[in-house]
């Protein structure tokens, strides 16, 4: 405690070789700290809506070839017309926004669907269970099963193409269990409201798919010689073309560690793999793409078989498997394929030498593997929008620090055809307001670069030593930190009181080599907190006034998860934390989100890495924020984990929100977030509301934060 209350001589070094200075620790009065939060609260008000021209939402006129826009400015908006096929630009006019196609209303009739078969002679349904075919011009039906009921059901039938098979399901239906929720405060009541939901959690069962094949010409029913499906939903049939003896379907294995392309021969029944792709940690199912080209034999998919997420082209009658793309670089998804010219367009990160690997560009290739062509080659982070014909599409970029950039292009080379905005920040500019810096530091291998993200008090003294609060969101489903250009957030909001806060995406969390993703494998308690200590270091030697002694960290979901996870297995480093409806113990949360990461089945690394389980070893200062209408990560989650504090005899603190669902706790959540590393990180008392010290509202940082 010595080294947190004395002042502290170091040298600064800012940029570049140090100069010597005395950096002395960041200790502002309770006056002073008032005198912060107010000045935070202006801070959000005048970056609020300060940055202008930030995109263009493109409204295309008949024919394609030319489109109008609205830019809302400061005080009025502008309405610019755009020819596309020269570039050029003037005014909008009345007339040119009321050529602008209506857009079509997305409500449908929908209608029972009817099982005629595709040569219109026969109709399959459905009579307590089993499965009937009649003719369609009348006559007996046949019936093809009798074991079927209400409860056990046949169905999910599909016909072949040359209306010969009927191919369908007998299923085993599983119900889920509800949890529950008590709503305490709902108005009108003057009881606590009971609600529930179905909930799967790891280890529930699923209901079980066995595929069958019902045989018009011989009218009888055939059982197909595979594994039945017991994962996930039953699974869509593709069936050949040009030969509709065959078809072909997905099978994901539970746990994740198993993915394979079935092909049965409907005239035998039996069935062999075409793709049968194995691992020793886990295929993420959420990100798995398949695509089945119109009228082709081919699928199309991605796999990270080979250490990086990459498109293959598989024969469907061969079996034989070619590559599309390859690289040390990350296929992210796959915008569309056309079948016709036998093109696939595409999302990437990772391969712009140089440059944030996390950045996201656009491709075009062939199913060949060539013809690749780069159709966003700017720095920056891109999202690109087509033309309703794709001719053309227009191309947003920018950088968490660098404004962004619209500009029209072809589809055809990429070739930049005009430059139609480029953010206006001169408002942004006058609140003093700084945006982040990127930082990169090594991982605990010491050869991997971690980056992450600095946002710093927009009036930092470097002489002075300010403590550090890292927001934490390590779900191994993706990426985090921000890409695109952010002028104000929570983080900044908070950096205002007197705070370095930073963001960063270790080890675990996706859009990288399989191996940086794997490291999450049955390890989420890691939450690559290894990597994120070495970070913080590192920035605290490269600048001075970065004091990683005093270090706090805050998430919500699984990064409150992450949060107490810091705390209980790192009390060396982190010192406080403010954890949201954290899930605490996978066993509790979702059944799909934690058997993806977890694996399956539920095992003794699920006991030993909860925060329930571990909850003994708390030694920093905590904060539980729940609320008690969470239908994501069930309230019991942070209960338990107080629940184990209390019994460990363990001193903390706990907010429960009446009626809120899954959230940081809303604007007063945040209230309670930054007085609780106020007073823990630098020993001062937070302002007293009651009494009238600071204005109501005067301190709500704007949530930016992500769901899963």
Same mark, same amino acid.
């Given at each position: 405690?010595?080294?947190?209350?004395?002042? =502290?001589?170091?040298?600064?070094?800012?940029?570049?070789?140090?100069?010597?200075?005395? %950096?002395?620790?960041?200790?502002?009065?309770?006056?002073?700290?008032?005198?912060?939060?107010?000045?935070?609260?202006?801070?959000?008000?005048?970056?609020?809506?300060?940055?202008?021209?930030?995109?263009?939402?493109?409204?295309?006129?008949?024919?394609?070839?030319?489109?109008?826009?609205?830019?809302?400015?400061?005080?009025?908006?502008?309405?610019?017309?755009?020819?596309?096929?020269?570039?050029?630009?003037?005014?909008?006019?009345?007339?040119?926004?009321?050529?602008?196609?209506?857009?079509? @209303?997305?409500?449908?009739?929908?209608?029972?669907?009817?099982?005629?078969?595709?040569?219109?002679?026969?109709?399959?349904?459905?009579?307590?269970?089993? %499965?009937?075919?009649?003719?369609?011009?009348?006559?007996?039906?046949?019936?093809?099963?009798?074991?079927?009921?209400?409860?056990?059901?046949?169905?999910?039938?599909?016909?072949?193409?040359?209306?010969?098979?009927?191919? +369908?399901?007998?299923?085993?239906?599983?119900?889920?269990?509800? =949890?529950?929720?008590?709503?305490?405060?709902?108005?009108?009541?003057?009881?606590?409201?009971?609600? @529930?939901?179905?909930?799967?959690?790891? +280890?529930?069962?699923?209901?079980?798919?066995?595929?069958?094949?019902?045989?018009?010409?011989?009218?009888?029913?055939?059982?197909?010689?595979?594994?039945?499906?017991?994962?996930?939903?039953?699974?869509?049939? /593709?069936?050949?073309?040009?030969?509709?003896?065959?078809?072909?379907?997905?099978?994901?294995?539970?746990?994740?560690?198993?993915?394979?392309?079935?092909?049965?021969?409907?005239?035998?029944?039996?069935?062999?793999?075409?793709?049968?792709?194995?691992?020793?940690?886990?295929?993420?199912?959420?990100?798995?793409?398949?695509?089945?080209?119109?009228?082709?034999?081919?699928?199309?998919?991605?796999?990270?078989?080979?250490?990086?997420?990459?498109?293959?082209?598989?024969?469907?009658?061969?079996?034989?498997?070619?590559?599309?793309?390859?690289?040390?670089? %990350?296929?992210?998804?796959?915008?569309?394929?056309? $079948?016709?010219?036998?093109?696939?367009?595409?999302?990437?990160?990772?391969?712009?030498?140089?440059?944030?690997?996390?950045?996201? /560009?656009?491709?075009?290739?062939?199913?060949?593997?060539? +013809?690749?062509?780069?159709?966003?080659?700017?720095?920056?982070?891109?999202?690109?929008?087509?033309?309703?014909?794709?001719?053309?599409?227009?191309?947003?970029? @920018?950088?968490?620090?660098?404004?962004?950039?619209?500009?029209?292009?072809?589809?055809?080379?990429?070739?930049?055809?005009? =430059?139609?905005?480029? $953010?206006?920040?001169?408002?942004?500019?006058?609140?003093?307001?700084?945006?982040?810096?990127?930082?990169?530091?090594?991982?605990?291998?010491?050869?991997?670069? =971690?980056?992450?993200?600095?946002?710093?008090?927009?009036?930092?003294?470097?002489?002075?030593?300010?403590?550090?609060?890292?927001?934490?969101?390590?779900?191994? /489903? @993706?990426?985090?930190?921000?890409?695109?250009?952010?002028?104000?957030?929570?983080?900044?909001?908070?950096?205002?009181?007197?705070?370095?806060?930073? #963001?960063?995406?270790?080890?675990?969390?996706?859009?990288?080599?399989?191996?940086?993703?794997?490291?999450?494998?049955?390890?989420?308690?890691?939450?690559?907190?290894?990597?994120?200590?070495?970070?913080?270091?590192?920035? $605290?030697?490269?600048?001075?006034? %970065?004091?990683?002694?005093?270090?706090?960290?805050?998430?919500?979901? $699984?990064?409150?998860?992450?949060?107490?996870?810091?705390?209980?297995?790192?009390?060396?480093?982190?010192?406080?934390?403010?954890?949201?409806?954290?899930?605490?113990?996978?066993?509790?949360?979702?059944?799909?989100?934690?058997?993806?990461?977890?694996?399956?089945?539920?095992?003794?690394?699920?006991?030993?890495?909860?925060?329930?389980?571990?909850?003994?070893?708390?030694?920093?200062?905590?904060?539980?924020?729940?609320?008690?209408?969470?239908?994501?990560?069930?309230?019991?989650?942070?209960?338990?984990?107080?629940?184990?504090?209390?019994?460990?005899?363990?001193?903390?603190?706990?907010?429960?929100?009446?009626?809120? +669902? /899954?959230?940081?706790?809303?604007?007063?959540?945040? #209230?309670?977030?930054?007085?609780?590393?106020?007073?823990?990180? #630098?020993?001062?008392?937070?302002?007293?509301?009651?009494?009238?010290?600071?204005?109501?509202?005067?301190?709500?940082?704007?949530?930016?934060?992500?769901?899963?």
């Amino acid at each position: 405690m010595g080294k947190l209350l004395n002042a =502290i001589a170091v040298m600064l070094a800012v940029a570049g070789p140090a100069t010597a200075q005395t %950096v002395t620790r960041f200790q502002p009065s309770h006056d002073e700290l008032v005198a912060r939060y107010k000045r935070a609260a202006g801070m959000d008000s005048l970056t609020k809506d300060a940055v202008f021209k930030y995109t263009v939402d493109a409204k295309w006129l008949p024919g394609g070839k030319a489109f109008w826009y609205c830019n809302v400015l400061k005080d009025r908006k502008e309405y610019i017309y755009i020819d596309a096929v020269k570039g050029t630009r003037r005014p909008a006019t009345a007339a040119d926004t009321l050529q602008t196609p209506p857009v079509a @209303s997305r409500e449908r009739n929908f209608r029972p669907q009817q099982l005629i078969s595709p040569d219109k002679k026969w109709e399959a349904y459905l009579e307590k269970g089993n %499965v009937f075919v009649k003719p369609v011009a009348g006559g007996a039906p046949v019936q093809f099963t009798t074991n079927g009921s209400n409860e056990q059901p046949y169905g999910r039938l599909t016909w072949s193409p040359d209306s010969k098979y009927l191919a +369908g399901y007998a299923i085993q239906p599983v119900k889920d269990s509800a =949890i529950y929720y008590i709503l305490t405060s709902v108005p009108g009541t003057m009881r606590g409201q009971l609600r @529930s939901q179905p909930y799967k959690q790891p +280890g529930d069962p699923f209901t079980t798919y066995t595929l069958f094949l019902f045989n018009l010409e011989q009218q009888k029913a055939v059982k197909v010689n595979a594994e039945p499906i017991n994962f996930l939903q039953a699974p869509e049939l /593709h069936w050949r073309k040009g030969n509709a003896r065959y078809f072909t379907y997905e099978k994901a294995d539970r746990g994740h560690q198993r993915f394979r392309v079935m092909e049965v021969d409907a005239q035998t029944a039996e069935a062999k793999a075409v793709v049968d792709e194995k691992t020793n940690t886990f295929i993420y199912a959420s990100t798995l793409f398949t695509a089945y080209p119109e009228g082709s034999n081919v699928l199309l998919r991605t796999s990270e078989k080979d250490g990086w997420k990459h498109i293959y082209l598989v024969d469907l009658v061969t079996g034989k498997e070619q590559r599309v793309t390859k690289g040390s670089w %990350v296929v992210r998804s796959v915008d569309s394929i056309d $079948a016709v010219k036998k093109q696939i367009w595409f999302q990437a990160s990772g391969m712009q030498p140089g440059e944030d690997p996390y950045n996201l /560009h656009y491709y075009r290739i062939g199913f060949d593997g060539k +013809g690749l062509t780069p159709l966003t080659p700017e720095t920056g982070n891109h999202e690109i929008v087509f033309s309703p014909d794709r001719t053309y599409y227009t191309d947003n970029y @920018s950088q968490v620090n660098v404004p962004p950039v619209t500009k029209l292009k072809r589809s055809a080379d990429g070739k930049e055809i005009s =430059i139609l905005e480029q $953010a206006d920040i001169s408002q942004y500019q006058l609140s003093g307001a700084r945006a982040p810096e990127v930082f990169v530091a090594k991982a605990r291998d010491g050869v991997t670069d =971690i980056y992450g993200i600095v946002s710093r008090p927009s009036d930092y003294d470097p002489t002075k030593k300010y403590p550090v609060l890292e927001n934490i969101y390590a779900g191994p /489903h @993706s990426s985090f930190v921000p890409k695109t250009f952010t002028p104000y957030s929570e983080m900044q909001s908070l950096a205002e009181l007197g705070f370095i806060v930073v #963001m960063i995406d270790g080890m675990g969390t996706a859009n990288r080599s399989k191996a940086f993703h794997d490291v999450c494998w049955q390890n989420l308690a890691d939450a690559g907190l290894p990597d994120r200590i070495l970070w913080i270091k590192a920035l $605290a030697k490269k600048y001075a006034y %970065v004091d990683d002694e005093r270090v706090g960290i805050y998430g919500t979901s $699984a990064g409150g998860q992450n949060t107490v996870s810091a705390l209980l297995f790192h009390p060396e480093f982190y010192k406080a934390g403010v954890s949201a409806c954290g899930c605490h113990d996978n066993r509790v949360d979702k059944q799909w989100w934690n058997e993806q990461w977890m694996g399956y089945p539920v095992g003794k690394h699920y006991d030993e890495q909860s925060n329930v389980t571990n909850a003994s070893k708390l030694q920093g200062n905590l904060l539980l924020i729940v609320g008690e209408y969470d239908t994501n990560v069930p309230p019991e989650s942070t209960y338990r984990v107080a629940d184990a504090l209390i019994k460990a005899n363990k001193d903390f603190d706990f907010l429960a929100v009446p009626g809120m +669902g /899954h959230s940081d706790g809303g604007p007063y959540g945040r #209230m309670k977030k930054r007085d609780f590393f106020v007073k823990h990180l #630098m020993g001062v008392e937070p302002p007293a509301r009651n009494n009238g010290e600071l204005p109501a509202g005067a301190e709500l940082g704007r949530e930016r934060w992500t769901f899963r």
